[in-house]
């Protein structure tokens, strides 16, 4: 009987030892399954993959975008002068003109998130783009000031759309690689802001500007056959159910860059609370999602505001200059009424051309503050300095010293908006990323909708009137910025809440 009992208990000894032994460790057929049981995330098999061809694509199509936006938003600028001599227009007409784009941007911003949340990113990007060219080419036939403004606010929804581009930009990209690409991101901004300045200096001496829209509804016809190298987002995929999608569109992406997938299964929960504004509310949002409101509405409302200005500055010359020259003697008012006829001339498109180069030039400052400072810090000092120089320019000093002081203004504005909307995509998860960048883009142009009124209206009656408002609110931007309970340098993209 002894022998039996020291018999039965090795056996029990043996069967604890296999049962604390290692998976990986075992032989035989158990080694297969685990296996079969390795899974991995979409955030896994991004990272893994790495950067590569694809990105590059995506950066080049992607950011492409971005010239198609700036172009429909500067034309404002460059066609302010001429719509004001055609339909002799007052000050405040003007400035509705710039208001009904945004007034459009913002109505269908929340709307393009909702469906980019619940359809699909892609979907919503390549309808923008062919809703804003349709529209913005029906604007170069528009037959009076009233039918111009209906389709400007058509082109501003259609717009909306394509601004859920970055969304689907920023989905892709490893997150090491975030705060390099997406700052590089604004040099396709500057690229279609000198567009338009350049085809307005070239055709609207000539040929008028009808022309000149014309011509500028060329790139999006070039990127909408285009946008079909673009695959929809693999993270909107998983969080739809539709796991097999995802895992084939990661596959491509690895193929593409000679890489390959993580070993095991794409195992990600699908979302059936997708696109919710409850999700941003919630305690784990409520606070970063009312600071974000305010932040996108002052970054909207400095950034335009400095675009504006300089446009309305520059056409009505009301410039403190020490040294002008004939040109910039002939002003807007007169004591026998308006004078409407004030085109742009070379130097004011010249001076125009060099802010632009502002809103690059600063880009490896932009990079070199996001990844030591992080977001919340960049975007606080990034206020404080723009609201320094929004009050510069009440200086008197040479053309040269107004022009330095506009191109450093630009840059500094230009790069808050650009972390604006990186930490703005990084902070929400994916089941509601696109809604919470639509819910921001709408509040950001409540500031476009302002900016022409002071900077267009308030401009003609006192300069230090109107450029305080703006230096006022990015002061109080900055001390909001510095109150976000959340840094998300060097964080994974959250998938769901």
């Known amino acids: 009987m002894g022998d039996a009992a020291q018999l039965v208990s090795s056996i029990q000894l043996q069967d604890m030892e296999l049962q604390e032994k290692p998976a990986h460790k075992r032989q035989g057929k158990g080694n297969n399954n685990n296996n079969n049981d390795e899974t991995f995330t979409v955030e896994d098999a991004v990272e893994f993959i790495g950067f590569g061809r694809f990105h590059i694509l995506l950066f080049l199509i992607m950011g492409s975008t971005n010239i198609i936006e700036a172009m429909e938003i500067m034309l404002l600028a460059v066609v302010s002068p001429e719509i004001r001599c055609e339909w002799r227009l007052q000050?405040?007409?003007?400035?509705?003109?710039?208001?009904?784009?945004?007034?459009?941007?913002?109505?269908?911003?929340?709307?393009?998130?909702?469906?980019?949340?619940?359809?699909?990113?892609?979907?919503?990007?390549?309808?923008?783009?062919?809703?804003?060219?349709?529209?913005?080419?029906?604007?170069?036939?528009?037959?009076?000031?009233?039918?111009?403004?209906?389709?400007?606010?058509?082109?501003?929804?259609?717009?909306?759309?394509?601004?859920?581009?970055?969304?689907?930009?920023?989905?892709?990209?490893?997150?090491?690689?975030?705060?390099?690409?997406?700052?590089?991101?604004?040099?396709?901004?500057?690229?279609?802001?000198?567009?338009?300045i350049v085809l307005g200096m070239l055709v609207v001496p000539s040929f008028g500007w009808r022309w000149m829209i014309r011509l500028s509804v060329t790139p999006s016809i070039i990127l909408l056959f285009l946008f079909k190298f673009i695959p929809e987002s693999a993270r909107y995929n998983v969080s739809a159910g539709n796991v097999q999608a995802a895992l084939e569109t990661l596959q491509k992406i690895a193929k593409m860059n000679r890489s390959s997938l993580p070993p095991g299964r794409l195992v990600e929960p699908s979302v059936k609370e997708r696109g919710s504004w409850r999700i941003l509310l919630s305690p784990a949002f409520r606070r970063t999602t009312l600071l974000l409101w305010y932040s996108w509405f002052v970054a909207s409302f400095a950034y335009y505001g400095s675009v504006l200005s300089s446009s309305e500055l520059l056409e009505k010359n009301l410039l403190c200059v020490t040294?002008?020259?004939?040109?910039?003697?002939?002003?807007?008012?007169?004591?026998?009424?308006?004078?409407?006829?004030?085109?742009?001339?070379?130097?004011?498109?010249?001076?125009?051309?060099?802010?632009?180069?502002?809103?690059?030039?600063?880009?490896?400052?932009?990079?070199?503050?996001?990844?030591?400072?992080?977001?919340?810090?960049?975007?606080?000092?990034?206020?404080l300095v723009a609201a320094m120089l929004f009050m510069l320019l009440n200086i008197c000093s040479s053309m040269f010293g107004f022009t330095?002081?506009?191109?450093?203004?630009?840059?500094?504005?230009?790069?808050?908006?650009?972390?604006?909307?990186?930490?703005?995509?990084?902070?929400?998860?994916?089941?509601?990323?696109?809604?919470?960048?639509?819910?921001?883009?709408?509040?950001?142009?409540?500031?476009?909708?302002?900016?022409?009124?002071?900077?267009?209206?308030?401009?003609?009656?006192?300069?230090?009137?109107?450029?305080?408002?703006?230096?006022?609110?990015?002061?109080?931007?900055?001390?909001?910025n510095f109150l976000l309970p959340i840094e998300t340098r060097g964080r994974a993209l959250l998938q769901n809440s």
Request: charged share 10%.
């Open 91 to 196: 000050d405040w007409q003007v400035a509705l003109v710039s208001t009904m784009v945004f007034l459009g941007f913002m109505v269908c911003g929340i709307l393009s998130g909702y469906l980019a949340d619940r359809y699909g990113r892609w979907k919503v990007v390549f309808g923008g783009f062919a809703w804003s060219a349709y529209f913005s080419l029906l604007t170069s036939f528009a037959p009076s000031y009233g039918w111009f403004i209906f389709l400007r606010s058509m082109v501003g929804c259609g717009v909306a759309g394509v601004s859920q581009g970055f969304v689907l930009k920023t989905e892709f990209i490893p997150a090491k690689y975030r705060a390099i690409l997406l700052p590089l991101a604004t040099v396709f901004w500057m690229i279609g802001s000198m567009l338009i």
């Open 404 to 480: 330095v002081l506009l191109f450093l203004l630009r840059a500094l504005v230009s790069m808050n908006f650009n972390v604006v909307y990186i930490y703005t995509a990084e902070v929400y998860p994916t089941v509601a990323r696109s809604l919470g960048m639509g819910f921001c883009t709408s509040f950001s142009r409540i500031g476009g909708m302002i900016a022409p009124f002071i900077a267009q209206v308030l401009m003609s009656q006192s300069v230090v009137l109107a450029l305080s408002p703006f230096a006022v609110t990015c002061v109080i931007c900055a001390l909001g």
């Open 323 to 383: 040294d002008p020259d004939p040109e910039h003697l002939v002003k807007h008012k007169h004591p026998d009424g308006l004078c409407f006829c004030i085109p742009f001339k070379n130097n004011d498109y010249q001076t125009l051309l060099i802010s632009c180069l502002g809103e690059v030039a600063l880009v490896p400052v932009n990079i070199c503050l996001l990844n030591i400072l992080g977001r919340k810090l960049s975007m606080t000092m990034l206020q």
